[in-house]
C-alpha cells in the first residue's frame, strides 16, 4: 500500500527557502511518476513540478527558476527546494504519485495516490 508523507512546510518571508519532503512507503524508483501540486482556497490544485517515470522532471512556469525537484531512491523521498518564494507561493501543497502513467504533473483528478500535505505560508 502506497502512502506518501509530507514535511518541510513553513512560514517564510518573500525570498527565503524552503525544502518539501515526500518519503513514499513502496518502493517508487520505477514505474512510478510523481509530482507536487498545491492549492489554495476557491481554487483548483495546480500542479508544480513532476518526476516522469522515465526520469524526465517538468516545472510549471510560474516555478521555474526558482524550483528544484530532486528524489533520494534509497530514502524513497521526493524533494521540492523552493527558493526566492513569493507570496503568491502561498498555498497547501501537496505529493502525489501513481503506477504504471508517465507522467504527474497532469490534471490533478488522473491520479491514484495523494498525501495529506503541507502548508507554505510566504510573507510579503
Known amino acids: 500500500q502506497l502512502v506518501l508523507v509530507e514535511s518541510g512546510g513553513g512560514s517564510v518571508q518573500a525570498g527565503g527557502s524552503l525544502r518539501l519532503s515526500c518519503t513514499a512507503t513502496?518502493?517508487?524508483?520505477?514505474?512510478?511518476?510523481m509530482a507536487w501540486f498545491r492549492q489554495v482556497p476557491g481554487k483548483e490544485r495546480e500542479g508544480v513540478a513532476g518526476?516522469?517515470?522515465?526520469?524526465?522532471?517538468r516545472y510549471a512556469d510560474s516555478v521555474k527558476g526558482r524550483f528544484t525537484l530532486s528524489k533520494d531512491n534509497v530514502k524513497n523521498t521526493l524533494y521540492l527546494e523552493m527558493n526566492s518564494l513569493k507570496p503568491e507561493d502561498t498555498a497547501m501543497y501537496y505529493c502525489a504519485a501513481d503506477i504504471l502513467r508517465l507522467r504527474c504533473l497532469t490534471d490533478y483528478r488522473f491520479l491514484g495516490h495523494w498525501g495529506q500535505g503541507t502548508l507554505v505560508t510566504v510573507s510579503s
Open positions: 518526476l516522469d517515470s522515465d526520469g524526465r522532471i
Open positions: 513502496v518502493d517508487t524508483s520505477s514505474r512510478y511518476c
